[in-house]
Structure formats: C-alpha cells, structure tokens
C-alpha cells in the first residue's frame, strides 16, 4: 500500500495504536487537509458510539480513520454518519454480502439460513474543532477475518464467518476509502437533489425502516412504535402512541426490534 492514493488520499499505516480516531483527530487538528486515512493493523482500544469499546485481535479486522472537512451548515453534519453506514453497505452489497445498515450507522448482514440480523462494521464519527476550521474524523472498524470463536459478542460477525474467505483487506480497503468519498462528496456537492437522492439509498438499505422497533432513551425512557422514515436532520422517525417522534442518534441508547 503506498502513501498516497488518487485525488488527493493519502495513508497513514500503523501495526498497532490504541485508536485511529485520536490519531487522526490529532492530524485534523494540526491541520491535515481532507483525504488523510489513518490505518492500523491492530487497533487496541478502539471506541464506538456512547464510549463503547471496539476491539479486534490484530490483523482479523479493516480499521482505520478518515479526516473530512465538510462545506456544510452544522444542521446537516448528523448525516454525516448515515453516508458513512450507507457508503460501508454499499460497498459490501458490491462484493456480494446481504448488508444492511441499522439506523444510523450499524453495517448488518443478514444471515440466508436464519435471517438473523449480525453486526459487521461499527462506525464512529467525531467532529474536532481545529484552527482552520472544523473537521470530521470519520472511524470504521469492518470485521474481516474474525473466526467464531474471536467474536466480541454473540451479535457480532466477519465477513470470514459469513463468506468462508478472508477477502484481501488492502484491496477492500481502497474500494471502502473511494465508495466513501464519492457518497460524501454527492451529499456535499450535490445540493438538495443529491441529499434526496443520498436519502432515497440510504433507506433503501437501511434495515430499521417498517420495523417494530423500541428506542430506548437517557432516564430509561423508551420509545416504542413503527420506524416509518428518516426525516431531512437524519433523524429517525417512529410511529408511537403519540404519532410521530423524531430521534436523533445523539439522544439513543439503543434501537431494538420488537420481538414477535
């Protein structure tokens, strides 16, 4: 892998730091310009949403970092996340898996035999203020060569433990970097035909939508409706008792599908 890629990409590899996002948060703040990928082998005290840890044994997993610098007013940057959920699906849809994305951002796949829904990718996106601007580190851990056995939790899977093969991580990560930049920039540049356009997909994909589902909330409230749509803010609406809620990911603890 070189150090610089097309149009602008350039990698920074490591064999093992304790998060690709502080890395690259750092980078951001001494002023990395878009297009910076910060990759590691082994990631040994990764975060995901809400403080969660993300670990992976090293070499079993694609994680790495990316340094944005949207052009966008602050109301749309909670999209941010959802083209990066929508960018992952894409590209695994493109390699063959059944992937989905949980609202927001959670990459799924489908079990064929059961029709269970297993958790591929965590995704985190932090926004770091820098003197030149603000800026968005976006943070993707894709599970790629993990057996059973090495599986986080119960919920969880790889692309290894679904397909049988342990694709060549160097070229899906290339195909990841490019599918994300191009999704960002058509949400970026696009203007509201391109955000419709980006809406449209991304609930094409997105698991959640007409699903039962129970958000639970801070203060141990709980939602529990019908996820109908996703509203312009990125918001997930759901259909209550009390019509309809919109929910924003910053405020969820959890989205659960209602058994039965």
Known sequence: MGAHGADGVRFEVSEATPSTNAIA?????????EGLVVVTEHQTAGRGRRDRSWETPAGAALTFSVVLRPNLPAGMWPWLPLVTGYAV?????????PAGVKWPNDVLITSEETGEDRKVAGILVER?????????????????GLSAAEL??????????ESG????????????????????????????????????????????LGRAVR??????????????????????????????????????????????
């Open 25 to 33: 948060s750092e980078r951001a703040r001494d002023g990395a310009a």
């Open 215 to 260: 958000v639970e909330l801070p203060g141990d409230r709980t939602l529990v409706g019908t996820a109908t749509g996703i509203d312009t803010g990125g918001r997930l609406v759901v259909a209550g008792p009390d019509g309809p809620t919109p929910v924003g990911a910053g405020d969820v603890v959890h989205v659960r599908p209602v058994a039965g």
């Open 89 to 97: 699906t894409k590209t695994l849809i493109g390699a063959g898996y």
């Open 128 to 144: 770091v203020e820098a003197g030149d601007g603000p800026a968005a580190v976006v943070g993707i851990g894709l599970n790629t």
């Open 165 to 208: 093969v342990e694709p060549d991580r160097t070229d899906l990560l290339l195909t990841l970097v490019a599918t994300l930049l191009e999704t960002y920039q058509t949400w970026q540049l696009g203007g509201p035909p391109g955000h419709e356009r980006l809406a449209a997909s991304y609930a094409a994909t997105c698991v959640t």
């Open 152 to 161: 986080p939790v119960a919920t969880a899977t790889s692309l290894l433990i």
